[in-house]
């Protein structure tokens, strides 16, 4: 299921406050590999913590085609959200409003000559058991 439509839309009395980032692109996308992690609180530590794993949004991939500038700005943005979100005490919508510049507020920035070199290697942590044969209780 899609958590957050993209772009989102709403009635005018009830205004969206969804960014354009990373990790709606790629969360929405059904070819996406993107897997969330909430955790719990713990007594009296404040709210869940939200975990989100790396997806295939970088070099080569159909969301972010290669562009002719030096400087790429198709950053990967979860595995900085994972780390803010381990602590996310202050401010809770720096989590999600990775918009597409190149600000400080983004950690991995790789130069597009560069990327290839750099891709990251990603590991299938979950495995799901085979289907069920057709009439198997």
Not at 35 to 48: D, K, R
Not at 56 to 77: C, I, Q, V
Request: proline share 13%; charged share 20%; glycine share 8%.
């Amino acid at each position: 299921a899609v958590a957050v439509r993209f772009p989102p839309a709403a009635p005018p009395a009830e205004p969206v406050t969804v960014f354009p980032s990373m990790l709606n692109v790629a969360a929405n996308h059904p070819n996406a590999s993107t897997v969330g992690l909430v955790l719990p609180p713990a007594a009296g530590t404040g709210g869940s913590r939200l975990l989100v794993g790396a997806t295939y949004t970088g070099y080569g991939s159909a969301f972010f085609p290669r562009n002719r500038s030096l400087e790429d700005h198709r950053f990967e943005n979860t595995p900085e959200i994972a780390i803010r979100s381990l602590d996310a005490r202050g401010d809770l919508a720096k989590l999600f409003t990775f918009d597409l510049n190149p600000s400080d507020d983004n950690i991995l920035k790789i130069k597009q000559g560069a990327k290839e070199r750099h891709k990251l290697g990603f590991v299938r942590a979950f495995l799901h058991p085979p289907d069920p044969p057709p009439g198997a209780p």
